[in-house]
């Protein structure tokens, strides 16, 4: 079992960054793969970025390629969504995930959800 639990979204101007972070609990968390995903109203939850369970490999929706880094820190239970350059489309509750075998960017093959912290990018 992996609880999960989203900080540091907020309200931040286009062009402006925000660090997300995402804390797990559970003794298993360094084997699991992560994953943002992020969900704006009206709209279907969209992959963001997935990390695997070294760190070793990272991938990233098209339309935040460049802008985005997804890191995590197995040390400490911690994955980490760096958004720089962020714009008004950006906008959504973001999302962290755990998959327990292997990265993906579908949101049905993720195990273990957090509730969500709101990014509004002002423009």
């Known amino acids: 079992q992996v609880q999960l639990a989203e900080s540091g979204g907020g309200l931040v101007q286009a062009g402006g960054s925000l660090r997300l972070s995402c804390a797990a609990s559970g003794r298993t968390f360094s084997s699991y793969a992560m994953g943002w995903f992020r969900q704006a109203p009206g709209k279907e939850r969209e992959f963001v970025a997935t990390i695997s369970w070294s760190g070793g490999r990272t991938y990233y929706a098209d339309s935040v390629k460049g802008r985005f880094t997804i890191s995590r820190d197995n040390a400490k239970n911690t994955v980490a969504l760096q958004m720089n350059s962020l714009k008004p489309e950006d906008t959504a509750v973001y999302y962290c995930?755990?998959?327990?075998?292997?990265?993906?960017?579908?949101?049905?093959?993720?195990?273990?959800w957090g509730q969500g912290t709101q990014v509004t990018v002002s423009s």
């Open positions: 995930a755990a998959r327990r075998v292997g990265v993906s960017t579908a949101p049905s093959e993720y195990d273990y």
